[in-house]
Every structure is written in C-alpha cells, then in structure tokens.
C-alpha cells in the first residue's frame, strides 16, 4: 500500500542539479497542499516546499530560486527540481502534506552533495 514513495537521489557536486519524484496515495494527494521536507544528520525535518492543489507555491529562503516544486494531479506525482545544489542541501528528502504532514512518512531519498 503506497503512502509515499521517494526517488530521484544521488551524489552530485556543488552546483549540479537533481529532479526528486514522488508518487503518493490518492487519499493523501487529491487535494491537499503537498511539500517536500528534509531532514540533514543531527537536525529537525524542515519542510523546503510546498504547492497547493491549484499549484501556488512557498518556498523557505534557504532554496528559493534553485528548486522548483511541482505536481502532476492525474498521477498522484509531486516533483522536487534543484539546482545549482550546495552542500548545505546534503540531506534526506521526504513528500507528505504541507504544513500538516501525515504521521507516517515513506523512506525519503538521500541527496549528497559533495566533492
């Protein structure tokens, strides 16, 4: 039973790119806010992104201008594209709703960006 399902991943250099996908269950997806959040070693989640089902969107000042959040309503698809990665960015990245996530969360996916 797919709540949510991270991919996208990877090790990158600084000022690489990644596109994040992650596909969630209907009764979690139609018609809620989604965001992308991540969680780097010894720190809180923090949420990055969030979209309404209309498509507005927020971003927190650390990313805004490198990542785009986006969605696809028809496949239950959020998408996370990040740009000129830095290494403040290495981190494990998770879909749920914005602002109220659901209590249980998928198994996110590592972005490490490094030399």
């Known amino acids: 039973q797919v709540q949510f399902m991270e991919s996208g991943g990877g090790l990158v250099q600084p000022g690489g790119s990644l596109r994040l996908s992650c596909l969630a269950s209907?009764?979690?997806?139609?018609?809620?806010?989604m965001a992308w959040y991540r969680q780097a070693p010894g720190k809180e989640r923090e949420m990055v992104a969030d979209?309404?089902?209309?498509?507005?969107?927020y971003y927190d000042d650390s990313v805004k201008g490198r990542f785009t959040i986006s969605r696809d309503n028809a496949k239950n698809m959020l998408y996370l594209q990040m740009n000129n990665l830095k290494p403040e960015d290495t981190a494990v990245y998770f879909c749920?709703?914005?602002?109220?996530?659901?209590?249980?969360w998928g198994q996110g996916t590592q972005v490490t960006v490094s030399t």
């Open positions: 979209i309404t089902n209309g498509g507005n969107t």
């Open positions: 209907r009764n979690i997806f139609s018609g809620y806010d």
């Open positions: 749920n709703r914005g602002w109220s996530p659901a209590p249980s």
